[in-house]
């Protein structure tokens, strides 16, 4: 059996070694009061294993995914803001910006959600977010929805995640945000 130097060992997957010092760190986390209902005991331990795997992926505080990674009908998803501040700090781009395009309180009123790409000055734009689009699929007559209450919120967060999924979708890991969830979910 090869040693394995500490010092260069990462948790993960990779060995058996990896294996087990992901679960240890999990185990700690696992067993914390401070970390979220869904990661906490015993029956969230895999839970917890995947979102300390998620952070040393993403090279990410383990209690800021935590915090950030919801489970919504059995799929994981980011909060928005988590996406936009993962995304505003990766250093490849300026902070997100938003356009209101549309007139407010009527079904043109939207959303553009745009960066700068630091290496070459290009402005990326992401898909307009409109009041109408969310009231047809949906999202905006659905019970408990954020949309007739926040809509200005809600149009930047839509903006915000579909530019990030579509301009950097490393920083989403693929995952969508969990307003997003919560909406695609039938009625």
Not at 22 to 27: D, P
Not at 49 to 72: E, F, G, P, T, W
Not at 73 to 84: Q, R, V, Y
Not at 134 to 152: C, H, I, N, V
């Amino acid at each position: 059996i090869q040693k394995v130097n500490d010092n260069n060992l990462v948790p993960g997957f990779h060995s058996m070694a990896a294996f087990d010092l992901l679960q240890r760190i999990s185990k700690m986390f696992n067993t914390s009061t401070l970390m979220p209902p869904q990661f906490r005991g015993p029956e969230n331990f895999g839970n917890c294993v995947i979102a300390v795997n998620m952070a040393q992926r993403m090279n990410a505080d383990v209690m800021m995914v935590a915090q950030n990674l919801y489970v919504v009908h059995g799929n994981p998803a980011w909060s928005s803001k988590f996406m936009i501040a993962t995304f505003n700090q990766c250093g490849k781009y300026s902070s997100i910006h938003y356009k209101e395009t549309g007139k407010p309180n009527t079904d043109s009123w939207g959303c553009i959600a745009w960066a700068k790409e630091l290496a070459t000055g290009e402005i990326l734009e992401g898909p307009e977010i409109t009041i109408g689009i969310a009231k047809k699929e949906g999202w905006y007559s659905k019970s408990g929805s954020k949309w007739q209450s926040m809509p200005q919120q809600m149009l930047r967060y839509r903006a915000a995640s579909w530019f990030i999924r579509t301009t950097a979708p490393e920083i989403s890991m693929g995952l969508q945000s969990v307003d997003e969830v919560i909406d695609a979910e039938p009625i």
